[in-house]
């Protein structure tokens, strides 16, 4: 089975600190996104990555960074968590040429103090 | 630009059978794809339909028709497992991520 994994299911931070979200995929999968879930807003794209050592802007990039150093990881910064921030993170992967189907991980419910 | 409309809420009877409509606009299209959530869990993949018709996969069915820019997922035989959140995703390109609608949350009662 397609796995992909965070790092954490629960996370509690405070406002101004650096936080680290990480995915993790088993299928060699060539794209990764990070996603936020929101109530009535759906799933909102924060930024992708089609291959290792890229990155392309989602429609709400700002105040978040990414990392692909490796192919099978691929995480999310916020660099100065801040309180609208908090959210449901997901991550997902697929592959290139499939994106129509993609596999997410379990969620990251990220509350900013 | 692009935007997805699909009803925020849908009740079914169990045993009965709802349809979750998708209108889609897009610059480009290159299919809709529809997926699950269940309470606090991951979105789970259902269908994808890049051409017009309709694409059967057991109870589920997905419809597909490009000149109206609308689509819909037909679940038949509702079951209460089948109460979810379920969302419509379209691509502009082969080279553009899936965007997705708002979600229709779906509640089946007895």
């Known amino acids: 089975d397609v796995k992909v994994t965070q790092s954490s299911r629960y996370l509690v931070k405070r406002t101004g600190e650096k936080v680290f979200l990480e995915c993790v995929q088993d299928?060699?999968?060539?794209?990764m996104f990070w996603y936020r879930q929101d109530p009535g807003l759906g799933l909102r794209l924060i930024y992708f990555?089609?291959?290792?050592?890229?990155?392309e802007k989602g429609d709400i990039p700002e105040g978040y960074s990414v990392s692909r150093e490796k192919k099978e990881r691929f995480s999310l910064i916020l660099e100065s968590a801040s309180t609208n921030q908090t959210s449901m993170y997901l991550c997902?992967?697929?592959?290139?040429?499939?994106?129509?189907?993609?596999?997410f991980g379990p969620g990251t419910r990220l509350t900013v103090l | 630009g692009q935007s997805l409309e699909q009803p925020s809420e849908v009740t079914a009877v169990e045993g009965a059978i709802v349809q979750i409509n998708c209108t889609y606009q897009?610059?480009?299209?290159?299919?809709l794809s529809w997926y699950q959530q269940h309470d606090g869990g991951a979105p789970t993949f259902l269908s994808y339909n890049a051409l017009d018709g309709l694409e059967e996969t057991g109870r589920f069915s997905s419809f597909l028709s490009r000149s109206d820019s609308y689509g819909y997922l037909l679940l038949q035989e509702l079951q209460m497992k089948d109460s979810a959140s379920y969302f419509c995703?379209?691509?502009?390109?082969?080279?553009?991520?899936?965007?997705f609608g708002k979600g229709t949350r779906l509640s089946v009662i007895a």
């Open positions: 299928m060699d999968h060539e794209n």
């Open positions: 997902a992967s697929s592959f290139s040429g499939a994106d129509n189907e993609q596999f």
């Open positions: 995703a379209v691509r502009n390109s082969g080279n553009t991520p899936l965007v």
């Open positions: 990555s089609y291959d290792v050592k890229m990155k």
């Open positions: 897009t610059s480009g299209f290159y299919g």
